[in-house]
């Protein structure tokens, strides 16, 4: 396997041991709902996986991002009955041979997580202009998720599963959280160490949903152009790593 070392022998590139540890950091990711465990999260920790997010890329460096930290069991409490009405809307529209499934599929641990973590999304931060956002209004909540993905790879560095709830109507989120009616709840997660850690997502195992091929997804110059015949040497490389990610994945 080619790397940085080798290609440019530059001090910037990572170690084969530290370029490891980040796939299989990605690999080992997994979106938590059931084996949250009670233990407390150190507040090292916590602060370690805040700082990660906070280091996300922003548009126009906006960082319009806030962190709720959440421990209080009433908060929990009124986000959690939020979740069950949404829920039981939510099961009614897919189409009914689905929907039975979709009842058996835990989608949260919002009481069993020691802790919550709402990350929110200020869209005036920097003021009307701002760099790379003039066009795209919506980098702003793009910029948001990206410091949810920091937080959940350093978290799952940390040993920490991340579960995202997002089954529950906005306003309820804002009125138990106290959040301002300018600034957008983007995602509300639950923290906590955990008993394992699953080798494939959820849903994939339910018989939800497959990982799609990559394959299927690559398109060249154009949309919807899958074959090049410049390509042919990427198109097989992606073909033969199609056991890439699992040899990183460990536990079940
Ligand atoms: C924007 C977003 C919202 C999500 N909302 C929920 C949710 O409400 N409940 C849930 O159980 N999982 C939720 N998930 C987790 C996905 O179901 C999960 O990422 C996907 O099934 C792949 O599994 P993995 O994360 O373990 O790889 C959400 C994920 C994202 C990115």
Known sequence: MENCAELLNQDFCFSDDEREALYKTIFNRRDVRGQFKADAIPDDVLSRILHAAHHAPSVGFMQPWNFIVIRSDETKQKVHNGFKEANAEAAEMFE????????????????????????????????????????????????TVCAVQNLWLAARAEGLGVGWVSIIKQQTLKDALNIPDDIVPIAYLCVGYVSHFHKKPELETAGWRKRL???????????????????????????SDIGFAEQFIQYD
């Open 213 to 239: 091929p990559l394959e299927d997804l690559i398109y060249f110059d154009q949309w919807n152009e899958k074959r090049n015949a410049n390509e042919e040497n990427l198109i097989q490389q992606i073909e």
């Open 96 to 143: 009914a041979e689905r929907q039975d499934t979709y009842r058996a599929l835990k989608l949260e641990g919002i009481i069993e997580s020691p802790i919550n973590i709402c990350i929110t999304c200020d869209r005036a931060r920097s003021g009307p202009n701002v760099i790379g956002r003039t066009h795209i209004k919506t980098m702003d909540l793009y910029s």
